[in-house]
C-alpha cells in the first residue's frame, strides 16, 4: 500500500504569513508524530497523536505551532505567523498500534523568507 | 531518555564491511536501540532494532554487548546506494512512543 504523504513538499512563505503542512499516514496507523529537522541536524519531535488525541506536544517550539487530527487519520501542522527561524523540513511519521517501527513521510520543506 | 553518541562522518569503498559504532551509556533497562537509515530528501527510514547480543535482517546486523552501554551496526558489502546518513536511537517504548535523533552518521561510500 501507499506510504505516508505530505503536501506540499516544498512551501515557501513571507514572514508573517500562515501555513498549514498536511500529513496522509499509513491506511490503520494509529499513532501519527510531526518532527521538525533544520539543516544537518537530526530530526527533532514536536508532537504525537494517538487517533485523534493529541497526547504529547511538548516538542511545539511555540505557542505559534498548531497541530490537530480531527478524524484520526489526516493530520495538519499550522505555524502561525512564521518566523525565519522556522525554516526546516517538517516531517510526519504514522505507526501502528504497539508498532515500535516509525513510517516517515518525504517531509515538506518550508523556507521562510 | 539516554543520550547517544557516534561518529559525524565515515567513508568506505564499495563492497567493504562498514561497522558504526554508538555508544549510550545511560540507557535503561527498557531502553531498546534502534537505528534508522535517512537519503537527502526523504525522511528516515528504520533499519534494524535490539535489546542485546546480535539482530539480524536482510539489510544490516546489530551487534549489542551485555552491558548494553554500546551498540554496532554492520552493514555488509557496501554499495554507492548506502551513502547516506544513519541514526542510532535508544527507544524507550514507553510514553508518547516519540523518536530522540542525534546527529548521525554520514556515510560516504566511495567507488
Known amino acids: 500500500g501507499a506510504g505516508v504523504s505530505q503536501s506540499p513538499r516544498y512551501k515557501v512563505a513571507k514572514r508573517g504569513q500562515d501555513v498549514a503542512l498536511r500529513c496522509d499516514p499509513i491506511?490503520?496507523?494509529?499513532?501519527l508524530f510531526w518532527y521538525q529537522q533544520a539543516l544537518g541536524q537530526g530530526p527533532e519531535f514536536l508532537t504525537y497523536?494517538?487517533?485523534?488525541?493529541?497526547?504529547?506536544k511538548s516538542g511545539l517550539p511555540s505557542d505559534r505551532f498548531f497541530a490537530e487530527r480531527p478524524e484520526g487519520s489526516v493530520s495538519t501542522l499550522k505555524i502561525q505567523r512564521t518566523q525565519q527561524e522556522d525554516s526546516a523540513v517538517y516531517l510526519c511519521?504514522?505507526?501502528?498500534?504497539?508498532?515500535?517501527?516509525?513510517?516517515f513521510g518525504p517531509g515538506t520543506r518550508l523556507t521562510v523568507t | 531518555l539516554a543520550k547517544t553518541t557516534q561518529p559525524i562522518s565515515m567513508d568506505s569503498y564499495e563492497g567493504q564491511e562498514v561497522n558504526i559504532t554508538c555508544s549510550h551509556n545511560n540507557i535503561a533497562t527498557n531502553d531498546y536501540i534502534t537505528w534508522y537509515q535517512q537519503f537527502p530528501s526523504q525522511g528516515p527510514r528504520f533499519i534494524i532494532q535490539g535489546y542485546k547480543t546480535k539482530v539480524t535482517n536482510e539489510v544490516a546486523s546489530l551487534f549489542i554487548p551485555a552491558d548494553r552501554k554500546s551498540s554496532t551496526l554492520s552493514l555488509p558489502r557496501v554499495s554507492l546506494s548506502d551513502t547516506a546518513v544513519y541514526y542510532c536511537l535508544v527507544y524507550s517504548g514507553a510514553g508518547s512512543y516519540q523518536l530522540t535523533f542525534g546527529k548521525g552518521t554520514k556515510l560516504s561510500v566511495i567507488p
Open positions: 497523536f494517538q487517533n485523534e488525541a493529541q497526547l504529547d
Open positions: 511519521a504514522s505507526t501502528g498500534l504497539g508498532n515500535y517501527e516509525q513510517y
Open positions: 491506511s490503520g496507523h494509529v499513532s
